[in-house]
């Protein structure tokens, strides 16, 4: 699901980047998703295909928030690990990203070193600052952004958004109702600290006018 709207942006793609990313896609190195080359403002599926090979890259049909679906972009679509999920602006053309997303099982660091289980104070931690959450148990339960601290100024002028989520395997007590439904959090409330929530979601994208 994605959580923030897509905006234009005017950054130019970091060509520097290019060579090295089939190589360092294959290899066993850790997987640091930048909003550079590949992942930058002016990408498009077809550029990716060239990177990657278009039996890495295909189209496909995907679940969205409140029964919607939408046409995505999936890279390395046979490998959880190396698997991405790219929504575009330009969906005619498959072109200029509106949200790159790490989600399931993959393997991929967003900006700033947050990953997939992630927990909620290693995140403030990496921002420097407390930010939002809604509140849980809805379609958008869990949805985060950085209104300030590091995640919320990333190079490449890419906006990124996460998806926090509890362990349902345990039992809440009714003290916990008071982190669900349809509101606005703070990292730093400590009955959401004690529930323990970690990222289950990494969505970055661009803004546009």
């Known amino acids: 699901m994605i959580h923030f709207a897509a905006r234009t942006a005017i950054v130019a793609v970091a060509s520097g980047l290019l060579p090295a990313l089939p190589a360092m896609a294959q290899s066993s190195d850790p997987l640091h998703l930048e909003c550079a080359g590949p992942f930058g403002p002016q990408s498009s ?30 890279v390395f679509p046979n490998d959880p690990a190396r698997r991405l999920v790219i929504l575009w602006q330009d969906e005619a053309q498959r072109a200029q990203p509106a949200a790159i997303i790490i989600r399931e099982d993959s393997d991929w660091i967003g900006p700033g070193g947050v990953r997939l289980g992630s927990a909620l104070t ?15 148990g809805w379609d958008y339960g869990g949805a985060a952004g950085f209104p300030s601290g590091a995640l919320a100024d990333i190079p490449g002028g890419c906006i990124m958004s996460l998806s926090f989520d509890l362990d349902w395997s345990k039992e809440y007590g009714p003290e916990f109702d008071a982190i669900m439904g349809d509101q606005q959090l703070g990292s730093d409330d400590p009955l959401l600290r004690a529930a323990a929530p970690t990222v289950s979601e990494i969505a970055v994208g661009y803004p546009q006018e």
């Open 45 to 74: 599926q077809a550029f990716l295909e060239e990177l990657f090979g278009g039996d890495n890259v295909v189209s496909e049909t995907i679940d969205g928030p409140e029964g919607t679906t939408l046409d995505a972009t999936l």
């Open 122 to 136: 290693e995140v403030e931690a990496l921002n420097g600052a407390s930010f939002n959450v809604l509140g849980f």
